[in-house]
């Protein structure tokens, strides 16, 4: 991995904690703020499980 490419990371991360905190502040419940969370692909970067969608047929 270059320098470049890790730093490009560390920031994409540090964009997604930022991100996930307004989502839960803003959010109405705890329920209310897994929802948010998963459908703006956040919900991995604050931890939270995340599950695949069935596959299409």
């Known amino acids: 991995?270059?320098?470049a490419h890790e730093s490009a990371l560390v920031?994409?991360?540090a964009d997604q904690r930022?991100?996930?905190r307004v989502?839960?502040?803003r959010s109405?419940?705890?329920e209310d703020c897994a929802e948010l969370l998963g459908m703006l692909g956040l919900?991995?970067?604050?931890g939270?499980?995340?599950v695949?969608?069935?596959p299409r047929r």
Do not use: C, F, I, Y
Request: net charge negative; proline share 12%.
């Open 43 to 46: 919900a991995k970067a604050v």
């Open 23 to 25: 989502v839960a502040s």
């Open 48 to 50: 939270l499980p995340v």
């Open 28 to 30: 109405t419940g705890v």
């Open 11 to 13: 920031a994409h991360q």
């Open 18 to 20: 930022v991100a996930a």
């Open 1 to 3: 991995m270059t320098d």
């Open 52 to 54: 695949d969608p069935p």
